[in-house]
Structure formats: C-alpha cells, structure tokens
C-alpha cells in the first residue's frame, strides 16, 4: 500500500508569495501544499490566517478573499475575482468553482459551480451552514 506524504510550501515560498503581492496577514497559520502553482494565486488576493490550499487545479483570483471569518479550506478549486470565501465562518471547498463576486457563508461544497453574483441586491450567495454537491 502506497502513502503519499504532504509537502507543503517552505517560510521562504510564502514570503515569496507576499512578496508578488498577495496578502497574508499571519504568514504561520497558512498551509499550501507543494502541489499549488504559485502563478494559480494571484496577486491582490488575500489568504486570511488559518487557510488551507491544495490541489494542482486550484486558482484564486485577484481580489478574492480566503477565509474572512474562519478557517478555509480550498482543495482542487477555482475562486473568482473579488469572491469572498468564509464570511460566517469555516468554509470547505473541494472541485469547486466559485464565480466572480460571490460570498459564502460557512459551510461545505463538493463538486459545486456557484456562478457568482450579476448584482449586489443582496448581501450573500450563501449563509450559515450551507452543504451543495454535485
């Protein structure tokens, strides 16, 4: 039986991160795995304290907001520009896509498409506790 074991991006690779300008308020509470391209992450983004990002495919995009109010995981996803993830509290992501503008609450989504928001008449995309599959 094979066991793959985690890497995950060196003190050195994060300040890198910061660097090209995505902010990162506490540097020693993100983890991000060895497998996420540092070009996938853009620049003018935010990964609030207590992120967790894996996965090739995953990209976030200028503007977006990782883990506003809790702990965010994002495995294998794609967050669009000026999306806010975890405004309520903890937020789990894995193969999702997250549209541009859109906010989400606290809750899980697995194998998800929120498309994002065309207008800002209300406050959320999602609340408290949300659960969306596939």
Not at 55 to 65: L, M, V
Not at 83 to 110: D, W, Y
Request: hydrophobic residues 35%; charged residues 15%.
């Amino acid at each position: 039986m094979k066991t793959s074991v985690l890497t995950f991006y060196s003190t050195s690779q994060i300040k890198q991160l910061s660097e090209k300008g995505v902010i990162i308020p506490d540097s020693e509470t993100v983890r991000i795995t060895s497998d996420v391209f540092a070009d996938n992450i853009s620049t003018g983004c935010t990964l609030h304290p207590f992120s967790r990002i894996s996965g090739s495919e995953t990209q976030i995009k200028t503007g977006a907001q990782i883990g506003v109010s809790g702990a965010a995981t994002l495995e294998n996803s794609w967050v669009g520009e000026n999306a806010q993830i975890g405004t309520l509290g903890p937020v789990t992501l894995k193969k999702t896509v997250v549209g541009p503008n859109s906010i989400l609450g606290s809750g899980v989504a697995e194998q998800a498409v929120f498309l994002g928001k065309e207008s800002m008449c209300n406050d959320f995309s999602t609340g408290y506790g949300f659960r969306v599959r596939k």
